[in-house]
């Protein structure tokens, strides 16, 4: 079996990011003609025309659209093999890091883990993106360098996880509410109007399931996003939100919190990076920040 040219690799991971040859011939500094070349041998290679005339421009296949990522992320990580280690410099780093993660999590942890990142490394910035689904492709891409959530069944396996804290739903209330002083029994929970947080819109979730379990129905009068919404609707109402007691531990100031009066399971937030990141020593440092912001 011949072995492939791996220079093809950079050269074809330039042009599908390019969507020129004369864009991939800059970014790898070499002639068109010398590109020409390349992708006439990429064609070959691959069986496929990769990219195909469209008007003045060219645009790719689906075979070229189907390896993007993967030949981006074959890139990245042969880069990272081959760049030599380097002592990390706290003081002269000088990056962006995007976090993906709930409202609650960033308003909660953000403040004393931008404390943390100002103190040590003053060229760090921490961009904080919300994470409305568990879709893990952003970190595969590269575009996410850290995220928080709870692990589930159809999490990527490929991703690497840490467990940081344990966590576990309570109701909420504004301190002017009608069931203030009296114990918040299953019925009169039941009773109450209720605030659903829901990042993709449901109308239903497992606080239902676990009261239609019990013989029981809540009254949704609205559906929230996220938690920062669900508390802001509830601090100024009478409605209820149930929310993660130590996500949104820093957004109920002023507000009254009950265990709720039925069981619902604990919960592990972790956060997840992907496997290439393992070695980079800045995201290292940065995980180690993370968690112990959590502790």
């Known amino acids: 079996m011949s072995m492939p040219d791996l220079n093809l690799l950079l050269t074809l991971n330039a042009l599908l990011a390019e969507g020129s040859v004369a864009g ?7 002639s068109p003609s010398a590109m020409s070349r390349a992708l006439a041998r990429l064609r070959d290679t691959t069986g496929d025309p990769l990219l195909v005339r469209a008007g003045r421009g060219l645009v790719p296949t689906p075979r070229a659209l189907e390896l993007r990522d993967r030949v981006g992320a074959l890139v990245q990580d042969v880069e990272a093999v081959l760049r030599p280690a380097e002592q990390l410099n706290l003081k002269q780093l000088a990056r962006t890091f995007t976090l993906r993660s ?5 308003e909660t942890f953000g403040p004393g883990l931008l404390a943390r990142i100002g103190a040590e490394a003053p060229g760090v910035r921490l961009r904080f993106v919300q994470k409305t689904d568990k879709n893990s492709a952003l970190l595969r891409e590269g575009a996410v360098d850290l995220e928080t959530g709870v692990v589930g069944d159809d999490a990527s396996p490929e991703l690497r996880t840490r467990a940081l804290f344990k966590d576990r739903l309570i109701g909420v209330m504004r301190d002017e509410h009608p069931l203030c002083g009296s114990r918040v029994t299953l019925a009169r929970y039941a009773a109450a109007r209720h605030i ?22 809540r009254g949704i009068a609205t ?6 919404t669900a508390l802001a609707l509830a601090r100024a109402s009478d409605l209820i939100a149930t929310v993660p007691e130590r996500h949104t531990e820093s957004m ?24 290439r990141m393992d070695g980079d020593a800045a995201h290292r440092w940065l995980r180690g920040c993370v968690l112990d912001g959590c502790r």
């Open 24 to 30: 991939a011939a800059r970014r790898l500094r070499l």
């Open 102 to 106: 709930s409202d609650g999590f960033a």
């Open 196 to 217: 659903l947080v829901s990042r993709r819109g449901q109308d239903k979730g497992p606080i239902d399931d676990a009261l239609l379990a019990l013989g029981r129905e």
């Open 223 to 228: 559906i929230a996003g996220g938690f920062s």
């Open 252 to 275: 109920r100031a002023g507000m009254l919190a009950f265990p709720l009066p039925f069981a619902m399971p604990a919960f592990t937030v972790s956060m997840l990076w992907h496997p």
